[in-house]
């Protein structure tokens, strides 16, 4: 080996090591760069008439596992389906509050039953009433106040579905130009890692939304794939779509929603005619659903299944708690109504009683139909009595039995033609 062979194969060392330390620096100083990869040399033997002359440097590679970031990417999108759940499933359980806490569903139905049972037991107590209709009203208020924070949950989610589809179009499109990058980098020979790291990243965005198949053509194209057919492919363009519901009164009311669509673009950019459901509208006669996980998958599954079954339970606790109220009260109040009562109270004609509100009395014969009325006009009216109105001498609405007797006498007797005396009935 001749003295230049030698210098020259210790130049070419010196020079490849001094790229290597350069690309370590480089790896060092990104260590903490976001989607960033170690890269490295690859050497090769300089050969010159057949003889070894020192080294080269043969190209400057990422050090990447393409399978582990394969696996990486799957499972950015269960993460992410994951992460969008607790985050609405959190938002959702402060409202139905701790158990046994003050604010929390059970205490107010626990409130409720405890007032009635003090009303039970103390019935003639205003104070007893009062309460037990107060635990009534903000129990159903709660439940009413419960249902309506959901709807409103839905409907934040719902818009969070369109403002995710705005998210994903704009990752796609950005994914796109780094294909047109990578493609003219591979063309004239220029590094492509920092762009392949770009586009690595962005894929995890991607999958993060939506779980999507993904090939690379041999300079290093991204394409994605939805269980129908191509999403993305360099050249072809499509957007997808999705109309949010307007306001809360689309989920109160039960309207219908849009479904998520996908829509080819022509090479300017404009929509074409040619586009598919990505998920067809909920209630659809043939839905499709091409989404298998991610944070979109999340945010369809709390709206249209997790969030309404809150709901369903919800309607199921305030039937179960009408039917077993109405059951306890009808045990006790004859349901259904007979069609008579007879019962004797004997009273004191002087009594003077608290009255308030209004009856009615109506005057029956044997078979319960109403009497006709002495002039032959039709039947009689019944006669609908004040009570509140009636004064025995101490005040509207503290009427004596002889003084309500007397009021029916008065109206009804003469349309007889006969004196009606309730007192007879009432001895």
Do not use: W
């Amino acid at each position: 080996m001749g003295l230049d062979t030698a210098l020259s194969g210790a130049i070419s060392s010196l020079r490849v090591n001094q790229e290597a330390l350069s690309i370590i620096s480089n790896n060092i100083a990104n260590a903490g760069t976001e989607g960033f990869n170690r890269v490295k040399i690859r050497q090769t033997n300089e050969i010159l008439n057949g003889v070894s002359s020192g080294v080269r440097i043969d190209g400057v590679e990422r050090a990447v596992d393409e399978f582990l970031v394969g696996a990486a990417r799957r499972q950015s999108s269960r993460v992410g389906e994951a992460d969008t759940l607790k985050l609405y499933m959190d938002r959702t359980s402060l409202f139905f509050g701790q158990p046994g806490a003050e604010n929390s569903i059970n205490s107010f139905v626990d409130n409720f039953f405890s007032s009635m049972s003090d009303l039970a037991n103390n019935p003639e107590q205003i104070f007893q009433r009062t309460n037990a209709l107060e635990g009534a009203t903000n129990l159903s208020k709660r439940i009413s106040g419960l249902a309506t924070n959901i709807e409103q949950v839905r409907f934040d989610v719902d818009q969070d579905i369109a403002s995710t589809v705005t998210d994903l179009n704009n990752k796609i499109a950005a994914l796109d130009n780094l294909n047109l990058a990578i493609k003219e980098s591979s063309l004239k020979g220029g590094d492509q890692n920092p762009l392949l790291d770009k586009r690595d990243l962005i894929l995890k965005e991607v999958t993060n939304i939506i779980d999507l198949n993904v090939s690379f053509s041999e300079s290093g194209e991204a394409t994605l794939f939805t269980p129908r057919g191509e999403l993305l492919a360099p050249g072809q363009k499509f957007t997808i779509e999705y109309p949010p519901a307007p306001s809360i009164d689309t989920f109160i009311n039960s309207e219908q929603l849009s479904a998520i669509t996908v829509t080819l673009l022509d090479a300017n950019g404009v929509k074409t005619n040619t586009s598919l459901d990505l998920v067809s509208a909920p209630g659809s006669a043939s839905p499709e659903d091409n989404v298998g996980s991610g944070k979109l998958r999340a945010l369809l599954d709390l709206r249209d299944t997790e969030l309404p079954k809150f709901l369903a339970q919800l309607d199921e606790m305030a039937q179960t708690l009408k039917d077993e109220f109405n059951a306890i009260h009808n045990d006790g109040a004859g349901f259904p109504p007979p069609t008579s009562l007879t019962g004797t109270n004997l009273v004191d004609l002087a009594d003077e009683h608290v009255f308030s509100g209004q009856v009615r009395i109506a005057i029956l014969d044997d078979s319960g139909n109403p009497v006709p009325d002495s002039y032959g006009t039709g039947n009689l009216n019944p006669l609908t009595l004040d009570l509140s109105r009636l004064d025995s001498g101490n005040g509207a609405g503290v009427p004596s039995i002889q003084t309500i007797i007397d009021e029916i006498n008065l109206i009804l007797a003469p349309l007889l033609r006969r004196k009606f005396l309730l007192d007879l009935l009432m001895t």
